[in-house]
């Protein structure tokens, strides 16, 4: 049961609804950091937005950017597994984890890493403000207590929407 009166939908969805003045500045930083101009793919930017919110224990944002990720993964011809086997994925990864405890931990080693693996500055500009932004989009839907289904096709079916559509919604 959510925290504050909300519509029966879930996660963020329901306050973003209940809120609209704040859906489109998220909205807009959801779709600037996960499909806007990056070295990365989109499918791994929801790598790393799925993997900061599973860190998190955000069940809700980790199921839906999880599938997002596997959905575009797919689509990119990359395989599931490409976080764990990718040198770069998982320098990238580690840097994320350290900004989702204490952004101060992340060290010249760590970003040296990642460039030896073949980071850019923007991707590793991205990683470290996806996972800053996740780490405060999980706070927010896990802090109100916000709807979080048990079935995975849910998330599946909601993948697919963002996917294709993105989070910033045409008139």
């Known amino acids: 049961m959510p925290h504050i009166n909300l519509p029966d939908l879930p996660g963020i969805v329901g306050l973003l609804v209940q809120y609209?003045?704040?859906a489109g500045p998220l909205n807009g930083l959801a779709d600037a950091l996960l499909r806007g101009p990056s070295s990365l793919t989109p499918g791994e930017r929801e790598t790393i937005a799925a993997t900061v919110s599973s860190r998190n224990e955000c069940g809700y944002c980790s199921g839906v950017h999880g599938a997002v990720a596997d959905h575009l993964l797919h689509q990119e011809?990359?395989?599931?597994?490409?976080?764990?086997t990718d040198p770069k994925m998982q320098a990238l990864l580690s840097i994320a984890e350290k900004v989702r405890v204490d952004g101060r931990s992340v060290s010249g080693a760590d970003i040296d890493l990642a460039r030896t693996h073949g980071a850019d500055d923007k991707a590793i500009h991205d990683t470290v403000l996806i996972a800053a932004a996740f780490s405060m989009f999980n706070r927010y839907v896990d802090g109100l207590a916000t709807l979080t289904p048990p079935e995975p096709e849910m998330y599946a079916q909601h993948a697919r929407t963002i996917a294709e559509g993105g989070y910033l919604r045409q008139p």
């Open 20 to 22: 609209p003045h704040t």
């Open 77 to 84: 011809g990359k395989p599931a597994e490409h976080a764990r």
